[in-house]
């Protein structure tokens, strides 16, 4: 008898892959779009450059002063001519404006980072001051040179004083808040305003970047100095109506007399 014969099983059916669809050509761009490109990059590209621009000159400002430092200083430092420099601004005035815009700027990102992050009005100055106080000394070039704003054009003088009275009136209006949340304590909004950042506006006048201390030690220990004298304290009212915080009254103080010498 013949063995019988082995049937072999089936092969599975291999999935056929779906047909892919022919790509269909780019559109060509039109003159009009490509025109726009070119602009939008060459626009980018301006704007990089005058910001190295800024940069340079600010670093300028701080290492020889304001006075002291010419175009041609500016110029030689990015290896470039003078006349480079025309492009991108008028006088050296522009470029020390464009350093206090810079200042103005950080200024207003701090504002709006304490408002939209703040809880308390404690909290919403603390951050603004963390956040400013932090970029303003790391991202100031000019250094002390950006103190005084009297170099400045009338024009840009002009700008640079209502912005700072912009950013001044918000920082005020976050203590008043603290003050009446009471996570401030109760002192003229003014004053404290005006004591921090006449502090922080010094820093450029003796901050070393090469220094012992670092730019985020030297934030860090002046916004612990500005916190701490703002919270308020559970015998500050006692204090100032002349009670001790227990409720008792103070005791008087001996004034003790000099003996005066036998005629």
Not at 49 to 78: C, N, P, W, Y
Request: proline residues 6%; positive net charge.
């Amino acid at each position: 008898a013949k063995p019988s014969e082995e049937t072999e099983a089936p092969k599975p059916k291999q999935a056929q892959a779906p047909a892919q669809e022919p790509q269909k050509p780019e559109k060509e761009m039109s003159a009009i779009e490509k025109y726009k490109l070119l602009k939008q990059q060459k626009d980018k590209e301006r704007e990089e450059k005058r910001r190295v621009l800024i940069h340079q000159a600010g670093l300028a400002f701080r290492s020889k002063g304001f006075h002291e430092t010419s175009m041609d200083d500016v110029a030689q430092s990015l290896g470039v001519t003078k006349g480079a420099l025309y492009r991108y601004v008028r006088n050296k005035q522009e470029l020390l404006f464009e350093c206090h815009r810079l200042a103005m700027d950080l200024g207003d990102n701090a504002l709006r980072f304490g408002r939209e992050h703040g809880r308390t009005g404690f909290d919403k100055v603390r951050l603004t001051l963390e956040n400013f106080l932090g970029n303003y000394l790391s991202s100031n070039s000019a250094g002390a040179a950006i103190v005084n704003i009297d170099e400045l054009e009338p024009e840009h003088r002009a700008e640079i004083i209502r912005r700072r009275s912009v950013f001044d009136h918000g920082l005020r209006s976050m203590i008043a808040e603290g003050i009446e949340d009471g996570s401030i304590a109760r002192r003229d909004p003014r004053i404290i305003a005006f004591s921090v950042m006449g502090a922080i506006n010094w820093v450029p006048r003796w901050f070393n970047p090469d220094g012992e201390l670092s730019q985020k030690a030297v934030a860090e220990q002046m916004l612990g100095f500005f916190i701490d004298g703002m919270r308020p304290r559970p015998d500050a009212a006692a204090a100032a109506s002349g009670a001790l915080a227990d409720g008792s009254a103070p005791k008087p103080k001996t004034v003790r007399r000099r003996a005066q010498p036998s005629s």
